[in-house]
């Protein structure tokens, strides 16, 4: 209010009819209130009683009952510890009937105008916020840092023989062997009270669904597991000792998958599937944080991925958030370049267009697509992405079992598997920490596998011979074997053949070296010895 304007107050004479007061009035007081307040509400009409000029728009107030208010402002009663009903001049009963001329516009009242200023017409929209933030990935490792452990970040055996320092995340030794146990946690945790008194359900046997089994009968969550028939008895027994309600129902994983969706919506149960929801994210991305906090002086950090690529594109998220300079790799099977090629199309690509390589060893990898959050995700953060062979990552497999004494997964074994297959070059000389993802295998697809690298390390080989049918060639062959050191395992005569000579008997071994280089030099004897031996092709 300006100056001028202080001044100009409401005074009322003996009769009630207003009046106006000059500058220099003494009774002027800045806490008296206006004309309009000390009114009150009014309805309109039209009295003819009145010196002023009549209006038919004008507000009237016609013989109302109610209290007379003060005439000082409430704002400023408060100021000095005054209710407004203590200061009402006895509480009298009065009854009123004005006729006052139309509120004026005060006078520092700006100009209403519709007209919004260049600024503002011009001004630039707030970005939107990003999916997945830091603050997200902080917030999950608060929460389950007191449920979940802080897995091992060690130095390998493996380091000198590939020319880097090699430092292993072993996200192996969870409970359920599996890294997803972290956003499984974070999500249960993140359930408002109802949905975790009601329960959740899952229909997949995966290491999610474990990892929910377990943190949900921890956290004290009703959890119920649908599953086929056709589902193998041992997993069944896993789901029961981790304390879940196992249900069987229909033929095929999509059956069960049905019905259960079909018992959370009629029941209103939670339905929990794998996707690449925010909160999932956050609890995988812990995994970055402690790597960072674990590895001083960190150069790269290799990831493997496949499907949704929830794991690869959390941990980048937070290892650059870090440290932008610490480079981020991915790797995924040969036979299913998912992410690879959506980088280079510049779009998610759908899973139909490729075929499983196996689903026995790959099957968690490729539940599903690739999401869009992910996928705008690893544009942004991974730096590069390879792609490694099934048997380079079945050798992978050996390696852990030999250097580290332990045994994981082809999930688990794919980041190896990627130096060992010499993919990444770049890195020779520096410092590289390989996630470890799980190790969530049958013992009889354990021992395949096994079997299958042993042939692809050229450690175990297979030949044949023909000998002649005379006492003591067999001998010689044996005693042969044995001065070099050469482990038999299997030993097949065969007299008679359609191709072989009459007098001649082919004779197959399968015998086990320790290395490379004993497997050079047994083959250096045997084509000494015996010109018609022939090495079966692994």
Same mark, same amino acid.
């Given at each position: 209010?300006?100056?001028?304007?202080?001044?100009?107050?409401?005074?009322?004479?003996?009769?009630?009819?207003?009046?106006?007061?000059?500058?220099?009035?003494?009774?002027?007081?800045?806490?008296?209130?206006?004309?309009?307040?000390?009114?009150?509400?009014?309805?309109?009409?039209?009295?003819?009683?009145?010196?002023?000029?009549?209006?038919?728009?004008?507000?009237?107030?016609?013989?109302?009952?109610?209290?007379?208010?003060?005439?000082?402002?409430?704002?400023?009663?408060?100021?000095?510890?005054?209710?407004?009903?203590?200061?009402?001049?006895?509480?009298?009963?009065?009854?009123?009937?004005?006729?006052?001329?139309?509120?004026?516009?005060?006078?520092?009242?700006?100009?209403?105008?519709?007209?919004?200023?260049?600024?503002?017409?011009?001004?630039?929209?707030?970005?939107?916020?990003?999916?997945?933030?830091?603050?997200?990935?902080?917030?999950?490792?608060?929460?389950?840092?007191?449920?979940?452990?802080?897995?091992?970040?060690?130095?390998?055996?493996?380091?000198?023989?590939?020319?880097?320092?090699?430092?292993?995340?072993?996200?192996?030794?969870?409970?359920?062997?599996?890294?997803?146990?972290?956003?499984?946690?974070?999500?249960?945790?993140?359930?408002?009270?109802?949905?975790?008194?009601?329960?959740?359900?899952?229909?997949?046997?995966?290491?999610?669904?474990?990892?929910?089994?377990?943190?949900?009968?921890?956290?004290?969550?009703?959890?119920?597991?649908?599953?086929?028939?056709?589902?193998?008895?041992?997993?069944?027994?896993?789901?029961?000792?981790?304390?879940?309600?196992?249900?069987?129902?229909?033929?095929?994983?999509?059956?069960?998958?049905?019905?259960?969706?079909?018992?959370?919506?009629?029941?209103?149960?939670?339905?929990?599937?794998?996707?690449?929801?925010?909160?999932?994210?956050?609890?995988?991305?812990?995994?970055?944080?402690?790597?960072?906090?674990?590895?001083?002086?960190?150069?790269?950090?290799?990831?493997?991925?496949?499907?949704?690529?929830?794991?690869?594109?959390?941990?980048?998220?937070?290892?650059?958030?870090?440290?932008?300079?610490?480079?981020?790799?991915?790797?995924?099977?040969?036979?299913?370049?998912?992410?690879?090629?959506?980088?280079?199309?510049?779009?998610?690509?759908?899973?139909?267009?490729?075929?499983?390589?196996?689903?026995?060893?790959?099957?968690?990898?490729?539940?599903?697509?690739?999401?869009?959050?992910?996928?705008?995700?690893?544009?942004?953060?991974?730096?590069?992405?390879?792609?490694?062979?099934?048997?380079?990552? !079945? *050798?992978?497999?050996? &390696?852990?079992?030999? @250097?580290?004494?332990?045994?994981? $997964?082809?999930? +688990?074994? %794919?980041?190896?598997?990627?130096?060992?297959?010499?993919?990444?070059?770049?890195?020779?000389?520096?410092?590289?920490?390989?996630?470890?993802?799980?190790?969530?295998?049958?013992?009889?697809?354990?021992?395949?596998?096994?079997?299958?690298? !042993? *042939?692809?390390?050229? &450690?175990?080989?297979? @030949?044949?011979?023909?000998?002649? $049918?005379?006492? +003591?060639? %067999?001998?010689?062959?044996?005693?042969?074997?044995?001065?070099?050191?050469?482990?038999?395992?299997?030993?097949?005569?065969?007299?008679?053949?359609?191709?072989?000579?009459?007098?001649?008997?082919?004779?197959?071994?399968?015998?086990?070296?320790?290395?490379?280089?004993?497997?050079?030099?047994?083959?250096?004897?045997?084509?000494?010895?015996?010109?018609?031996?022939?090495?079966?092709?692994?």
């Amino acid at each position: 209010m300006n100056f001028a304007a202080q001044f100009i107050y409401a005074n009322y004479a003996g009769d009630g009819s207003p009046r106006r007061v000059g500058f220099n009035d003494s009774e002027n007081d800045p806490f008296w209130q206006s004309e309009e307040q000390r009114l009150g509400p009014t309805k309109q009409g039209c009295s003819t009683s009145s010196k002023s000029t009549c209006n038919k728009d004008a507000p009237v107030c016609n013989g109302v009952a109610g209290w007379r208010p003060t005439l000082i402002h409430p704002e400023r009663l408060k100021d000095f510890g005054i209710e407004e009903e203590e200061c009402l001049n006895g509480k009298v009963k009065t009854f009123e009937t004005k006729v006052v001329g139309a509120p004026e516009i005060q006078l520092m009242d700006p100009p209403k105008t519709n007209k919004k200023r260049g600024s503002e017409r011009n001004a630039v929209p707030p970005p939107k916020p990003e999916y997945l933030r830091f603050e997200d990935i902080s917030a999950a490792a608060f929460k389950i840092q007191s449920a979940m452990q802080k897995t091992p970040c060690t130095y390998s055996r493996l380091s000198k023989q590939y020319g880097m320092e090699i430092f292993l995340k072993k996200e192996l030794l969870h409970y359920t062997g599996s890294v997803k146990e972290r956003g499984v946690l974070y999500l249960l945790t993140s359930l408002n009270q109802e949905q975790q008194k009601k329960g959740v359900i899952v229909a997949k046997d995966c290491s999610f669904s474990m990892a929910v089994a377990h943190h949900a009968v921890e956290l004290r969550i009703p959890v119920f597991v649908i599953m086929p028939a056709s589902c193998a008895q041992p997993h069944l027994r896993v789901y029961r000792d981790y304390g879940a309600m196992v249900i069987s129902y229909g033929s095929t994983a999509r059956d069960s998958l049905n019905h259960a969706r079909h018992l959370a919506k009629e029941n209103g149960y939670l339905c929990l599937e794998e996707d690449d929801s925010a909160v999932y994210l956050a609890g995988l991305g812990t995994v970055g944080m402690e790597i960072y906090e674990q590895v001083p002086k960190l150069d790269a950090v290799i990831v493997p991925t496949g499907g949704q690529c929830s794991l690869l594109v959390s941990t980048a998220a937070a290892i650059k958030h870090l440290n932008s300079r610490i480079t981020v790799i991915g790797v995924e099977p040969e036979g299913f370049p998912l992410l690879l090629q959506s980088l280079k199309t510049g779009s998610p690509v759908a899973s139909e267009l490729y075929n499983v390589p196996n689903r026995k060893l790959y099957g968690d990898l490729f539940e599903h697509s690739l999401g869009t959050h992910t996928f705008q995700l690893a544009k942004k953060y991974v730096d590069k992405v390879v792609t490694v062979r099934e048997e380079d990552s !079945l *050798v992978a497999m050996l &390696r852990f079992q030999e @250097f580290e004494r332990s045994t994981v $997964d082809t999930e +688990g074994a %794919m980041g190896l598997a990627a130096i060992l297959a010499g993919q990444l070059p770049e890195l020779k000389g520096k410092r590289v920490a390989v996630v470890v993802s799980s190790a969530n295998m049958e013992l009889d697809l354990i021992r395949q596998c096994v079997d299958r690298a !042993l *042939v692809l390390d050229d &450690r175990v080989s297979k @030949f044949t011979v023909q000998l002649g $049918d005379f006492p +003591g060639d %067999m001998a010689k062959l044996l005693d042969m074997l044995a001065r070099e050191d050469i482990k038999l395992l299997d030993i097949c005569h065969r007299r008679h053949s359609d191709k072989g000579d009459l007098f001649k008997a082919q004779v197959e071994c399968v015998v086990e070296t320790r290395d490379k280089t004993q497997s050079t030099q047994l083959r250096r004897i045997l084509s000494e010895r015996y010109p018609t031996r022939h090495w079966l092709d692994r």
